[in-house]
């Protein structure tokens, strides 16, 4: 060992320094551990959300105080983990690593990699946790965030910073409509987080799998807490998302995330709940299920451009059993969002897709947060198609109806064959325009199933390729569809 004289300075230094005193920390000991939560007797001093060790290095999230035990949820489990071992305070409150490190990769919610590949790089760590923007750091909900879905772009608008809820049954396409929205962003200067909760390994690969033929994987990045892993979890995963998205827009970026699905979320937070002997409330969900959904979905808003003027959109899902809109977790949601998409199981189920309702679907923005020109094209289009269901009512009577009504009711139907879409088939906007002029100005009416479907189908290419622009005059688009589509041999009628 070399002399004290040939060591460090710095270690003479702090040897010098050094001074012996009592030091007091707490240790407390693990009681019981089951079903991912352990029971923590000997911490006084704990606190709500911070983060325990145990002996063999295993942690904890504490997440009730009781008078004799604090209750934790288990973060991560060493095969030693066993009742009697010692548990001690870091701390530290739950946080993850953020920033562009983590676009293109799959993480579980802690940040840790589920792709394969080395831990992203990040140099900035945020908390799950954290208050919402203050009402004087928000703005006005006025850009548009295009989904490509003909009947939302056109009837159902949605800004950058809404919170848009996604609803109905399964199977009705609920996540097929998250997923075209972010394919939609596709060099629209929109990052992506699409949160997956409670769902099977198979549909994350194919998920994942999806995203990555779309192209649009390198701006996305997937948080997965799948069926198999513990409430605890999956729990957390939105919280994640929602800081992964935060720590974007705080930087003045425009994010998209999706929580697919806050149903499965809502019931993992009952599950903790009961596990921790919590009192149940309606539906055995506890009282603040409410709140906590709203802290969530509050964190989405778009900034002011003094705080950067970047935006976070939310589209929340929620499912619902037997077409019951009025159920507990539904309506909580309906009233923390800006608007609701309801996917009907009976339109689906009669081949009309994607099968939105439009009576039930509404947008809370509006036209406020619409292309100009679609929205003017648009024009009075939900409220004539409100008015045709009506309408078609009484067609299955078989009475006789008057001309103008029978008019109103062959537009409507007509529509409503225009408002088809494809799955994973996002449209443009000035695709959106090209088919409402065509619409509009009724250049198809002429022809009916596989011939009108050709011909919109030409129409949606040609406007890909090119057209005359968002920002040319109405009447160029007029002349321009009219002209394609006589040049195609579907010569409009005169």
């Not at 900035?124 to 939302?152: C, H, Q, W, Y």
């Not at 994973?424 to 198809?444: D, I, K, R, T």
Request: aromatic share 6%; with cysteine.
């Amino acid at each position: 060992m070399p002399p004290i004289e040939s060591a460090d300075p710095k270690s003479v230094r702090w040897l010098d320094d050094y001074r012996p005193q009592l030091r007091i920390s707490e240790v407390g000991k693990l009681a019981a551990i089951g079903d991912g939560i352990a029971w923590v007797e000997g911490l006084p001093s704990a606190a709500m959300d911070e983060i325990l060790r145990f002996g063999d290095g295993s942690e904890a999230l504490v997440f009730h105080l009781g008078s004799k035990r604090i209750g934790a949820i288990l973060l991560s489990q060493k095969e030693g983990l066993f009742a009697g071992l010692s548990a001690h305070l870091t701390g530290r409150r739950l946080d993850i690593g953020v920033g562009d490190g983590f676009l293109g990769r799959v993480v579980d919610p802690l940040g840790r990699p589920l792709d394969g590949a080395p831990a992203p790089m990040s140099i900035r760590r945020r908390r799950l946790e954290a208050a919402s923007p203050p009402i004087t750091a928000r703005d006005f909900v006025e850009r548009p965030l295009l989904s490509g879905n003909k009947m939302v772009d056109t009837m159902i608008p949605i800004g950058k910073g809404q919170r848009q809820l996604i609803i109905g049954d399964a199977g009705t396409g609920k996540s097929s409509l998250a997923v075209d929205t972010i394919i939609a962003q596709k060099n629209r200067n929109v990052l992506c987080v699409y949160v997956l909760i409670s769902q099977k390994r198979s549909a994350v690969v194919a998920t994942i799998e999806t995203l990555r033929q779309a192209g649009v994987l390198d701006i996305t990045c997937i948080v997965v807490a799948e069926a198999t892993t513990t409430p605890g979890l999956k729990f957390l995963a939105p919280f994640a998302g929602c800081a992964l998205a935060e720590e974007w827009m705080g930087a003045g970026r425009d994010v998209l995330v999706v929580y697919d699905d806050l149903t499965t979320h809502a019931r993992a937070y009952r599950e903790l709940s009961l596990l921790l002997r919590r009192p149940p409330g309606r539906e055995a969900y506890p009282g603040d299920i409410f709140y906590l959904h709203s802290r969530l979905l509050e964190r989405s808003t778009c900034l002011s451009a003094r705080y950067g003027g970047g935006s976070m959109t939310a589209l929340p899902i929620v499912e619902t059993e037997q077409g019951e809109i009025s159920a507990y977790i539904p309506t909580n949601l309906i009233s923390i969002t800006d608007g609701q998409i309801y996917l009907d199981p009976a339109l689906y189920a009669r081949g009309f897709l994607p099968a939105i309702d439009i009576t039930r679907s509404v947008s809370r923005i509006g036209g406020k947060a619409q292309v100009p020109a679609i929205k003017a094209e648009a024009g009075r289009m939900k409220l004539d198609f409100l008015q045709f269901l009506e309408l078609e009512v009484f067609t299955r009577f078989g009475s006789r109806l008057e001309a103008s009504v029978e008019a109103k009711i062959k537009r409507g139907r007509l529509l409503r064959e225009f408002l088809k879409q494809d799955r994973l088939a996002p449209l443009s906007p000035e695709q959106q325009m090209a088919w409402l002029v065509a619409y509009n100005e009724g250049f198809l009416d002429h022809l009916v199933g596989t011939a009108l479907q050709s011909s919109l189908a030409e129409l949606l290419r040609w406007a890909l390729a090119g057209g005359p622009g968002l920002a040319a005059p109405r009447e160029d688009w007029r002349d321009a569809v009219s002209g394609l589509l006589r040049e195609k041999g579907h010569e409009p009628p005169a």
